[in-house]
């Protein structure tokens, strides 16, 4: 028998250039910036480059729920890569790609259309004769910059990453730098 316990989640958009972090760094933007609501940390990471999800708790045991491995929730990120992506490449970030610390698993992977997220400050580089492309990316392991690295490796580099879901969570509606509080059930026992 399961009891069922309300936790609280802030549902945050984080901008590109915040740190996962309250704690201050000299000349970065973090959490603190963002949000103040006290005793509330980070479930995962998201790093200073990348943009978009990001879920804090209040709860220890949620938040392992959402940040371990072991629970298998999908992440689901937006990539812009360079270069126009081949059907070759999306094939191979299926099927999992070597890395130096391992294959990764199968991720779901799409080309994307005609995306518009918000204008990113400092904007991503650009080069004259090489196009770029999206990619719709889930993976349900976290390696350090996991997708970064396996666009890398099948050939396309990673220029913008957006993550758009962990779980059941997204962040349709939210605008950057903004935030939305939620109360989860989660059975526990």
Known sequence: MFNLIMFNLIIF????GVISQFS??????????YIETPKFYP?????????????????????????EPKFKLPKTYWSQVEGDISQHAIDQLKRGVDLKDGKTKPA?????????LPARQPPIRQRKNIP??????????????????MTAAVGFPTLRLYRTQIGPWHITGIEPGKFTVANVNLPVG
């Open 13 to 16: 958009n984080k901008p590109y």
């Open 24 to 33: 201050p760094k000299p000349g970065k933007k973090s959490l603190a910036d």
């Open 43 to 67: 479930a995962g990471r998201l790093d200073q480059d990348s943009e978009g999800l990001l879920l804090l708790t209040n709860d220890g045991k949620l938040q392992a729920r959402i940040a």
């Open 108 to 116: 779901r992977v799409n080309k994307l259309d005609d995306m518009s």
């Open 132 to 149: 770029t492309s999206w990619i719709e990316l889930t993976i349900q392991e976290g390696k350090n910059r996991q997708v970064r690295r």
